[in-house]
C-alpha cells in the first residue's frame, strides 16, 4: 500500500455518530490564572484586532502525570463596551476555530462584534493545538486487516506520532479545555455560541460548569444519544432530501439555469454532467417525477404515471450505474468533482446557485477534494479528519446497523456513491472498527442555569435533522425556534436579518418571544 493511499485510508471520514455506560467526567481542579503564551494569527485569521494565543492543560485531565498538551484560541475584542464574552464552536468535530470567529467572511451581526469579546477555542488535535500526527503508517497491517479493523488502523498509525494522545480526543476533554481558557482570560462567566456537534459540546460546557455560564446560543442540535453511528444514518435521509429541495429550487428559477422546469429535470441535467465526467451516473434516488417529466406518448397516463416513474426511477439509476460501469472499466461517480462539490455545497443554501451555475456550465465547478499544495492547509485537513474520527470512534455509543453492513460493501466496491458512503461507513461499524470507546456520553442538563438557552433549527437541516433537536432542548430546559426551510447553521454568514435580530435580542437580555421565523430563499445569481 503507497503512503498516498494510506493518507487517503486515514482522511477518509465524513464531513458533520455497543451501548456503554456513561463514563463519570474528570474536571479540571482550580488552580492559578494559567500562562497564556500570546502569538501570531494563523492565515484563515483577517481580523485585524484579533489576538492568538495558547496555553497548557493536561493530556488526560484524569491523569495529570502523563502529560501535557497545547490548546490554542483566537480572541476578538469587543469595538465598543464590552457586555460579555462569547466562546464560540464551529462544529464538526474538527471545525476550525480560527476561522469561526476570527476571519471576517463569518459575517457576524455587528452587534456582536461591537459588544462582547468572541473567542474560539481550537479543539485539541487540530492544528493550532496538539495536533494529532497521523503520517506514519502502522505495521502489521495489510489490505483485508485495514478493512475490517479500519478503526484501528488509523488509531494505531496516529499513535506512532502521538504517543498516548488519540484516546484523550473527546468532548470530556474539550470542554475542560473550555474551562482553562475562561480561567486563563480571567472571565467569571462566558456565554456560549455552538454550531451543530458546537451545540453538544457546548452543552456539556453548561452543565458542568452553570456557575460559569451565561447566555447559550444552540444552532443547529445534535442528538447526544445518537453519537455516533446514529448521527451518520440520519444524514443520509437528510442529505438526500436536501438534495430533492436543491433540485427543487433549481427547477424553480429555470429562467436563469435552464437545466429544467421539474426536479427530475433538473436531476437528469446534472447527472448527465457526472457521466460526461465519468463514464458512469450517480445512483443517488431521482426526485419524485411530475406530470411535465411524462414522455409525450404517455402523457395520457398523468399523475398515475408520473408514480409508476417515482416508483422505478431509483431501481433505474442503480442499473445504468451498473451497465456503465460494465462498459467503461475504471469508472466511477466518486471520482465525478461535481458530484463531491454537490454533497459539499447542499447543506448551505447560499451555496446553491454557485452549484446551480456549475450545473449549468456558467461557473467552473471547483474541485473540494483538492487541498492544494500549501502544507499547512495539508496539515491542517489531515488533523481535522483524523481528529475527526477518533472522537466519534472514542465516543461511539450506538451499535454497528447490521444490515449496513452489506450496505457499505456494495457501496464502498461497487457503486461508490457519495451520498451513501459517508453515513453507512459508520453506521455499519467499519469506520471505528477495532476501536473501543474510551469516553460515555457526558450529561446534559440545563437545570441549573440562570439564563434559558435558546435553540435555533432548521426543518430541511441536511446534517442535524429536525426530529433530532428535541432530546437536547429538552436536556437544556431550551427555548426553541424553529427555522423554516433548509440549511445547516442557520446563525452563520449573517444573511438572516431576522435570525440575527433574535440572537442578538437574547444575548442582550437572555430571552427571546419568537418561536418561529423564516429561513433565508437563496436569490439565484448569472456568471457575470
Request: aromatic fraction near 8%; charge should be negative; proline fraction near 8%.
Amino acid at each position: 500500500m503507497t503512503r498516498r493511499t494510506v493518507r487517503t485510508t486515514l482522511v477518509a471520514v465524513a464531513t458533520v455518530a455497543a451501548v456503554l455506560t456513561p463514563i463519570s467526567h474528570s474536571a479540571p481542579h482550580a488552580t492559578a490564572q494559567q500562562a497564556i503564551t500570546w502569538e501570531q494569527c494563523p492565515p484563515q485569521v483577517d481580523i485585524s484586532t484579533a489576538q492568538c494565543g495558547r496555553i497548557d492543560v493536561p493530556m488526560h485531565y484524569s491523569d495529570p502525570a502523563l502529560g501535557e498538551i497545547s490548546v490554542g484560541f483566537v480572541k476578538v475584542p469587543a469595538r465598543g463596551d464590552k457586555q460579555g464574552t462569547i466562546f464560540g464552536n464551529a462544529g464538526g468535530p474538527g471545525g476550525d476555530a480560527y476561522s469561526f470567529f476570527g476571519a471576517a467572511s463569518m459575517n457576524w451581526p455587528e452587534a456582536m462584534y461591537n459588544e462582547f469579546d468572541l473567542v474560539a477555542v481550537q479543539p485539541r488535535g487540530m492544528v493550532g493545538s496538539t495536533p494529532v500526527n497521523c503520517n506514519n503508517i502502522a505495521p502489521g497491517y495489510d489490505t483485508l486487516s485495514i478493512m475490517t479493523r479500519e478503526g484501528a488502523f488509523v488509531k494505531d498509525s496516529c499513535e506512532i506520532g502521538t504517543p498516548g494522545y488519540t484516546s484523550s480526543l473527546t468532548t470530556d476533554n474539550t470542554a475542560n479545555d473550555w474551562e482553562r481558557v475562561r480561567q486563563a482570560l480571567g472571565e467569571e462567566k462566558i456565554s456560549i455560541l455552538g454550531l451543530s456537534y458546537g451545540t453538544y459540546l457546548g452543552s456539556v460546557y453548561a452543565s458542568r460548569y452553570p456557575q460559569h455560564t451565561d447566555r447559550v446560543v444552540l444552532d443547529s442540535a445534535m442528538s447526544p444519544s445518537l453519537a455516533w453511528n446514529g448521527v451518520m444514518a440520519a444524514q443520509e435521509h437528510g442529505y438526500k432530501n436536501s438534495l430533492n429541495d436543491f433540485f427543487t429550487w433549481v427547477a424553480e428559477n429555470n429562467d436563469t439555469y435552464g437545466l429544467g422546469a421539474t426536479p427530475l429535470a433538473v436531476y437528469q441535467n446534472w447527472s448527465n454532467k457526472i457521466v460526461a465526467e465519468t463514464g458512469t451516473n450517480p445512483t443517488v434516488a431521482p426526485p419524485p417525477a411530475q406530470v411535465g417529466d411524462i414522455p409525450p406518448a404517455f402523457a395520457w397516463t398523468g399523475q398515475a404515471g408520473a408514480d409508476v416513474m417515482t416508483a422505478t426511477n431509483p431501481t433505474s439509476v442503480q442499473l445504468q450505474g451498473l451497465a456503465t460501469q460494465l462498459l467503461n472499466p475504471g469508472s466511477n461517480q466518486s471520482l465525478s468533482p461535481l458530484l463531491n462539490v454537490t454533497r459539499a455545497y447542499i447543506p448551505q443554501p447560499s451555496t446553491w446557485p454557485m452549484l446551480a451555475g456549475a450545473i449549468s456550465g456558467q461557473t467552473p465547478i471547483p474541485d473540494v477534494t483538492d487541498t492544494g499544495d500549501d502544507p499547512y492547509v495539508i496539515e491542517s485537513v489531515n488533523a481535522s479528519v483524523n481528529m475527526q474520527r477518533m472522537v466519534m470512534c472514542n465516543e461511539n455509543t450506538v451499535a454497528p446497523d447490521p444490515v449496513a453492513m452489506a450496505r457499505m460493501a456494495w457501496t464502498s466496491m461497487v457503486t461508490g456513491d457519495v451520498f451513501d458512503i459517508y453515513s453507512v461507513k459508520f453506521s455499519s461499524g467499519q469506520a471505528c472498527a477495532g476501536i473501543t470507546p474510551t469516553s460515555g456520553r457526558q450529561p446534559t442538563d440545563g437545570s441549573q442555569l440562570a439564563v434559558q438557552p435558546l435553540l435555533l433549527q432548521g426543518t430541511s437541516d441536511p446534517q442535524t435533522p429536525y426530529w433530532t433537536h428535541n432530546e437536547l432542548a429538552d436536556a437544556m430546559n431550551a427555548h426553541v425556534v424553529t427555522v423554516n426551510g433548509p440549511g445547516h447553521g442557520q446563525s452563520i454568514g449573517g444573511t438572516n436579518q431576522a435570525i440575527n435580530d433574535i440572537v442578538v435580542d437574547y444575548l442582550r437580555t437572555g430571552h427571546t418571544y419568537a418561536t418561529w421565523v423564516e429561513g433565508n430563499t437563496p436569490t439565484p445569481i448569472t456568471a457575470g
